[in-house]
């Protein structure tokens, strides 16, 4: 004759849990050693099961069949368990309305040209660089000493803007004191 008990704690993911067997002992159960079943076992569902000890000598329930269920006949029906689906209608309806909102603030509260201009994807410093090359009317060209510097003008925005300069000889911020800014 089969033990009968509660299945108190059921971890799905992981495919265990425990029996209430008497008033103080639980007792182990793997999902394999559940019977043919046509569903995963589930907490508050009465169980019937036979003791058996493992290979380190500790009880766990085996030959396990829940109550009010019939054993699906493995040969007119193959059944495998599968973890029950953590989507529902809920999680749909919430992403449904997610993207729904989204498709309204982005064709209500951005426009177009700023959002698919060139300068839209440049990170924000240098966008700054961008519009102060606009401002000053100099461009980084590559150029790194005083003599290919025109004004003292050209010269300040190089070493301000422009990266591996040389033409601040003795280092205290001013550039091209010989020939541009004296």
């Not at 030959?63 to 689906?85: A, D, F, H």
């Not at 982005?106 to 060139?118: A, G, L, Q, V």
């Not at 300040?156 to 033409?167: A, D, E, V």
Request: aromatic share 10%; hydrophobic share 30%; proline share 4%.
């Amino acid at each position: 004759m089969q033990n009968k008990g509660t299945l108190t704690k059921w971890n799905d993911d992981r495919g265990f849990g425990f029996i209430k067997h008497s008033e103080t002992e639980m007792l182990f159960l793997h999902i394999s050693s559940v019977q043919l079943m046509p569903r995963r076992p589930k907490e508050g569902d009465i169980l019937f099961y036979d003791i058996i000890q493992d290979s380190s000598g500790k009880k766990k329930a085996a030959c396990v069949t829940i109550e009010g269920l019939q054993k699906v006949n493995s040969r007119t029906k193959n059944i495998t368990y599968k973890k029950p689906s953590k989507f529902n209608s809920i999680s749909i309806t919430f992403i449904i309305v997610f993207a729904l909102l989204g498709y309204y603030v982005k064709t209500h509260y951005f426009n177009d040209d700023e959002r698919n201009s060139p300068e839209s994807f440049l990170p924000k410093k240098i966008q700054f660089i961008e519009n102060k090359k606009a401002e000053n009317h100099f461009v980084c060209q590559g150029k790194t000493h005083c003599s290919q510097m025109i004004s003292c003008e050209e010269a300040k925005f190089y070493l301000k803007n422009c990266p591996n300069q040389s033409t601040d000889g003795d280092g205290d911020g001013k550039p091209c004191e010989n020939q541009w800014c004296n």
